[in-house]
């Protein structure tokens, strides 16, 4: 079984500050794809950053940046200068081609709030 | 372009009554997902579709649950004899059927049953 786990249910950061959000997984499989999504108020579920595990470089998206560290099954997500607008919540997911085919794992998420 | 369409946005309904929710997928997109999203909690798989293949209906937490693809497109989620479990975002999700193609959402319905 594949497992995402999200350590911190809530997170406090100041705008323009940096901000890094855990993520843990655990899988036997060798070809698979790491997911960051933000989820606003508003419900929609937003694509933030992907990670190819064969791939070393970090994916990186404008504020957005991931530490990949594969031997540790971790995949963290560093937010810099933070703004308001990154309030949300923040799903790690893990994906790789199973009996569900491409379906998505995720964590509980952790909860985001930037404070003026 | 069109995103995924999912409707109603919200529904309330009384212990007991069938419920339909729809998902509208984006265009091309073979593959189509449903998930559950508990107040606080994460995405629980419920059922995958893709092309014409038999679906995965793994997730489906019990015979009350049940979802069709018509054609290949649109979706539609129904649980018979609603519960107040049952209360709950319902996101549906579409793909191209590739590993590292992202899921596209919907913006989900949330099912209040009173």
């Known amino acids: 079984a594949q497992t995402v786990t999200q350590s911190q249910p809530e997170m406090s950061v100041q705008e323009a500050e940096t901000v890094t959000l855990s993520c843990t997984y655990d899988?036997?499989?060798?070809?698979?794809?790491l997911f960051w999504y933000k989820q606003p108020p508003s419900r929609q579920m937003i694509l933030v950053i992907r990670?190819?595990?064969?791939?070393?470089q970090n994916a990186t998206e404008n504020r957005f940046s991931v530490n990949f560290q594969k031997a540790a099954k971790s995949f963290s997500l560093k937010i810099s200068d933070s703004q308001l607008g990154d309030t949300a919540m923040y799903f790690c997911?893990?994906?790789?081609?199973?009996?569900?085919?491409?379906?998505?794992?995720f964590g509980k998420g952790t909860s985001l709030l930037v404070t003026p | 372009g069109a995103g995924v369409s999912q409707s109603p946005s919200n529904k309330v309904t009384e212990k007991g009554k069938d419920v339909e929710l729809r998902c509208d997928p984006i265009?091309?997109?073979?593959?189509l997902y449903w998930y559950r999203q508990s107040l606080g909690q994460g995405l629980e798989f419920l059922i995958y579709?893709?092309?014409?293949?038999?679906?995965?209906k793994s997730g489906l937490p019990s015979d009350r649950f049940s979802a069709e693809r018509t054609g290949g497109s649109v979706s539609t989620l129904t649980i018979q004899r609603t519960q107040q479990e049952d209360s709950a975002v319902y996101l549906c999700?579409?793909?191209?059927?590739?590993?590292?193609?992202?899921?596209?959402f919907g913006n989900g319905t949330r099912l209040t049953v009173t």
């Open positions: 997911a893990f994906k790789a081609n199973s009996n569900s085919g491409y379906a998505l794992n």
């Open positions: 579709f893709q092309g014409n293949s038999a679906p995965d």
């Open positions: 899988t036997s499989e060798s070809n698979y794809y």
């Open positions: 990670q190819e595990a064969y791939k070393q």
């Open positions: 999700a579409s793909s191209l059927a590739r590993i590292n193609s992202p899921l596209h």
């Open positions: 265009s091309g997109h073979t593959a």
